[in-house]
């Protein structure tokens, strides 16, 4: 069983691994524009499958179906709502991106008010990823391996110290020769390869699921022992003492998502290397599309698992892992594990060439070496992705131990998250906010909810009125006090947002059509589960 297993699992990351090497291997690795923007090549099925495969990795697999272990259907949320977010992404944020020819985000900021708020910006993505984004990838992808192949029995290896933090560091070098010597079109290639692969593999996995809640009986028969057994696992609507109360949607859910979906480095790096924006558009609205279907793979197993595991004493993250394992054959155990490696891979190497683009372009070109040439730029990214990749290394296994894997990650995110998101959108529908009010909410922000986390007694506060109505709270005092300032001591002149000419801003004509589309099916699936 484990030589199959590991034979299938060899196989497919050979496969994903040649066919990316043969679709890239004469592209332009040198220059800025071709290393960290693909050459502003891409099309929508590699902008939708790199966004896609981006987001879904083993913390969203692994976590996201283990918060639904605990919690039921309600967790869909951090699938479901993104779609909105998405909708934003294509029709208000991408056009005004694109009209400014970034490749970061913190050089919109640098446009809009000033080199000091790209620095600070820079600063925050960078400790960002380095202490909270790149580890949680690393040690949710150990934790779901470890379940999936079973690597105790596979290595022989019983310390599960140990082991995880092999796992992390095999991971994590190779995820790095992907991102630093492949570049952004490497991974978008690899990522949509491996999201294919991760769509089929999530789907077989609710399959051979539901016929192990029906006994062979059929997936009809098991989705109604589902029904009858958990009916509260499969309401939409999250109770009070639930991760995500209903209400929560439309305060710090909702913007946690939009801040993820249309201002996070990590994942709209692949929307500005577009070739137009119509190609933009139409890639974010499809994956907007794939996201309705995430509650089927991401939510639906969590709460398979708790069905056939509550009483064996399974740890919430620990139940996808557990499932895969017991329920598919070995053959397609290997095969999944391969593209659960690719997840990994795609989020680790996705992160990690968005920090070397931001360090490299922001921080060496931008502030210590501004006469750098493309190549020196280039290096530059390749150094710090290599001293980013071990310091995370070394940090991920420390994570060991959280009660809720996708809690945490929600949790730390919110924390520069909000200021970000408050200081983009007051700055892109302003034209008088000077750039002393973005500076004032960057800073001012981190340091307010990290005290509301971290600091008694403004600790007490996020238990009070939820964590996620607090965070929606803080945001609308940054977005309060940004326009006070404004109208105290307004810029000199009005920002005029011009267009960098490096992309055809044509919008897609069937843009607007599809978002309202994708809207309402958001809300006919809240609908169609709520009380159920």
């Known amino acids: 069983m484990h030589a199959l297993t590991l034979a299938s699992f060899l196989f497919f990351t050979g496969l994903v691994a040649l066919i990316t090497w043969r679709l890239t291997r004469r ?13 502003r090549t891409l099309t929508f099925p590699l902008i939708a499958g790199s966004l896609l495969m981006t987001n879904l990795s083993t913390e969203q697999m692994v976590g996201l179906n283990g918060a639904a272990f605990s919690d039921g259907l309600s967790v869909m949320a951090w699938e479901v709502v993104a779609v909105i977010a998405l909708v934003a992404l294509a029709l208000f944020f991408l056009p005004r991106f694109l009209r400014s020819g970034i490749a970061t985000l913190p050089q919109l900021l640098a446009i809009r008010f000033d ?69 952004l079109r490497t991974v978008a290639v690899s990522d949509t390869l491996n999201g294919v692969g991760l769509l089929v593999g999530g789907f077989v996995i609710v399959y051979f699921g539901l016929q192990a809640v029906s006994g062979d009986g059929g997936l009809l028969e098991g989705w109604n022992i589902l029904k009858e057994s958990d009916p509260d696992k499969l309401n939409s609507i999250g109770g009070a003492e639930q991760q995500v109360p209903f209400f929560t949607l439309f305060t710090g859910v909702f913007l946690i998502n939009l801040f993820y979906w249309t201002t996070n480095q990590q994942i709209i790096q692949r929307t500005f290397a577009a ?30 698992a708790y069905h056939l595991y509550a009483d064996q004493g399974v740890r919430a993250d620990e139940a996808y892992g557990h499932l895969v394992f017991n329920v598919l054959p070995p053959y397609l155990t290997g095969f999944f594990a391969a593209v659960m490696v690719g997840a990994i891979l795609s989020s680790f190497n996705s992160a990690l060439n968005s920090t070397t683009t931001i360090f490299s372009l922001g921080i060496y070109k931008g502030v210590l070496k501004k006469d750098a040439s493309d190549e020196q730029v280039v ?38 998250f909000i200021p970000i998101l408050a200081v983009v959108i007051v700055g892109l529908l302003t034209k008088r906010v000077p750039p002393m009010a973005a500076k004032v909410a960057l800073v001012g922000g981190c340091l307010l909810i990290a005290a509301g986390y971290f600091v008694p007694p403004f600790d007490k506060l996020p238990l009070i009125i939820h964590e996620f109505h607090f965070v929606a709270g803080v945001f609308v005092l940054l977005v309060a006090l940004m326009l006070l300032i404004g109208r105290l001591r307004p810029r000199d002149t009005d920002w005029v947002h011009e267009y960098s000419g490096d992309v055809d801003l044509t919008p897609w004509k069937g843009a607007v059509p599809a978002g309202i589309v994708l809207v309402v099916l958001v809300v006919i699936i809240y609908a169609a589960f709520a009380g159920t």
Do not use: C
């Not at 070739?275 to 398979?304: D, S």
């Open 27 to 39: 592209d332009d690795h040198e220059s800025t524009s071709g290393y960290f923007l693909a050459g």
């Open 115 to 183: 080199a000091g708020t790209q620095l600070i910006t820079n600063v925050i993505f960078l400790i960002a990823y380095a202490v909270i984004l790149l580890p949680i990838i690393l040690y949710s992808g150990a934790m779901g391996l470890q379940g999936m192949l079973d690597l105790q029995g596979l290595t022989g290896i019983q310390s599960p110290t140990v082991l995880l933090w092999l796992t992390v560091w095999i991971v994590g070098i190779i995820g790095s020769l992907y991102a630093l010597f492949g570049g």
């Open 275 to 304: 070739r137009t924006l119509a190609e933009g558009q139409k890639g974010v609205l499809l994956t907007g599309f794939f996201k309705l279907l995430g509650p089927l793979y991401l939510v639906l197993p969590g709460i398979i």
């Open 379 to 416: 290096k530059s990214g390749k150094v710090f992705g290599w001293i980013m990749a071990f310091v995370t290394m070394t940090i991920a296994p420390l994570l060991a131990g959280q009660e809720s894997l996708f809690g945490y990650l929600q949790k730390m995110n919110a924390i520069y």
